[in-house]
């Protein structure tokens, strides 16, 4: 059983930059795709990226694509999302999770093993 570790979130403001990472527990980390969520307040929790076990294939939200760049580091057990041009409709809670079936999966009920979620506010 993988668990699951944000960092990284914080209070920024627009047009700001965070990174985030996840640190896995687990010797089959490798193995794994993974996935970055968020949640808004009041919201459903929503797809962000997902990049599959080698770091080579990657899938984005529209809202994402262009600003957010998912990356891996096998060797370290992590996975990072670097947020550039940060709007506050970026604000909500950004958790990580394994992808069961592939990357290419946008939808939660594919994901499991969920971390606790680090906030990321942006401030107008």
């Known amino acids: 059983q993988v668990q699951l570790v944000e960092s990284g979130g914080g209070l920024v403001q627009a047009g700001g930059s965070l990174r985030l990472s996840c640190a896995a527990s687990?010797?089959?980390?490798?193995?794994?795709?993974m996935g970055w969520f968020r949640q808004a307040p009041g919201k459903e929790r929503e797809f962000v990226a997902s990049i599959d076990w080698s770091g080579s294939r990657t899938n984005y939200s529209d809202s994402a694509k262009g600003r957010f760049t998912i990356s891996r580091d096998n060797a370290k057990n992590t996975v990072s999302m670097q947020l550039n041009t940060l709007q506050p409709e970026d604000t909500a809670v950004y958790y990580c999770?394994?992808?069961?079936?592939?990357?290419?999966?946008?939808?939660?009920?594919?994901?499991?093993?969920w971390g606790q979620g680090t906030q990321v506010t942006v401030s107008s």
């Open positions: 687990g010797r089959t980390f490798s193995a794994y795709d």
């Open positions: 999770a394994v992808a069961r079936g592939g990357y290419y999966y946008d939808h939660m009920n594919r994901y499991d093993a």
